[in-house]
C-alpha cells in the first residue's frame, strides 16, 4: 500500500448504529487529519493529531469520536449519527503542522446515514 | 476572519481550449495558497502550492497559478485543456509561518470538459 489510504470507501449505517472508519498512512508522516466534505459546502476540518496527540477539535460534535493510536493510524468512531452527517469523510497526512507542509489526502469514506 | 472565494461553481470548456480558474482571499497577512484537484471518487490532490518568491508557480499536469497581492488571487491556469482535466478544483490557504497548518478551504469548482 502506497500513499494514505480509507476503509471502508462506503458505509451505510441506521442512527442507532456504531461503527468506526479507519485511515492509514504509509508516508512516515507524524500528523494526520480528519475533514469532512458535505455536498455544496466547502471542506471542513474536524481533527488534527500530530505524533498522536490531539491539537485541534474543530467543534465536532461528540457523537465523532476520533482516535491516533500511533502516527500511522487514524479512526473516526461514530454512534448515534444524524442524517445530515451522510458526507465524504477524508483523511489526510503530512510531516510536521507548519503551515507549509503539504498535505496528502487518502481517497475518502462515503457515508450515509439513514 | 480569513475566507477563500472561489466564484465560479461550474465552468464548462472545449478541450484544447485555455482554462482559468478564480481564486480570491481574505487574509490578515499574504498566506500559504494551495490549489487542490479533487478527481470522481478520489482524494484531493495538491497541484500546485506559493509560499513566497516568483509569483507565478508552476505546477503538475501543465497548470500554473499567479498570486496578485493587490488582488488577493490565485487564479489558476493552463494553457490547453485535455478531457482528463474534468474534475473539482479547490484553492485554499494556510496560515503564514509559525502558524499551524490548517487549511481553509472554497467551495470548489467543478469543470466539464466538451470533446
Known amino acids: 500500500e502506497t500513499g494514505v489510504t480509507q476503509t471502508p470507501r462506503h458505509l451505510v449505517m441506521g442512527m442507532t448504529n456504531k461503527k468506526s472508519l479507519k485511515c492509514e498512512q504509509h508516508?512516515?508522516?507524524?500528523?494526520m487529519y480528519w475533514y469532512k466534505q458535505s455536498a455544496k459546502k466547502p471542506l471542513e476540518l474536524m481533527f488534527v493529531?500530530?505524533?498522536?496527540?490531539?491539537?485541534e477539535n474543530n467543534s465536532v460534535p461528540s457523537r465523532f469520536s476520533p482516535e491516533c493510536p500511533n502516527s500511522s493510524h487514524l479512526f473516526l468512531h461514530l454512534h448515534t449519527l444524524q442524517p445530515e452527517d451522510s458526507a465524504l469523510y477524508l483523511c489526510?497526512?503530512?510531516?510536521?503542522?507548519?503551515?507549509?507542509?503539504?498535505?496528502?489526502f487518502g481517497p475518502g469514506t462515503r457515508l450515509t446515514v439513514l | 476572519a480569513q475566507s477563500v472565494t472561489q466564484p465560479d461553481i461550474h465552468i464548462t470548456v472545449s478541450e484544447g481550449a485555455s482554462l482559468e480558474l478564480r481564486c480570491n482571499y481574505s487574509y490578515g497577512a499574504t498566506p500559504y495558497l494551495f490549489w487542490y484537484v479533487q478527481s470522481p471518487g478520489q482524494g484531493l490532490q495538491l497541484l500546485l502550492k506559493y509560499f513566497s518568491g516568483d509569483t507565478l508557480v508552476q505546477g503538475i499536469k501543465g497548470f500554473e497559478a499567479e498570486f496578485k497581492r493587490s488582488q488577493s488571487s490565485f487564479n489558476l491556469r493552463k494553457p490547453s485543456v485535455h478531457w482528463s482535466d474534468a474534475a473539482e478544483y479547490f484553492c485554499?490557504?494556510?496560515?503564514?509561518?509559525?502558524?499551524?497548518?490548517?487549511?481553509?478551504f472554497g467551495a470548489g469548482t467543478r469543470l466539464a470538459v466538451h470533446p
Open positions: 485554499a490557504v494556510g496560515p503564514v509561518s509559525g502558524g499551524y497548518n490548517k487549511l481553509i
Open positions: 508516508l512516515g508522516h507524524n500528523a
Open positions: 493529531y500530530n505524533f498522536k496527540e490531539q491539537t
Open positions: 489526510a497526512s503530512s510531516q510536521g503542522i507548519q503551515g507549509m507542509a503539504e498535505q496528502f
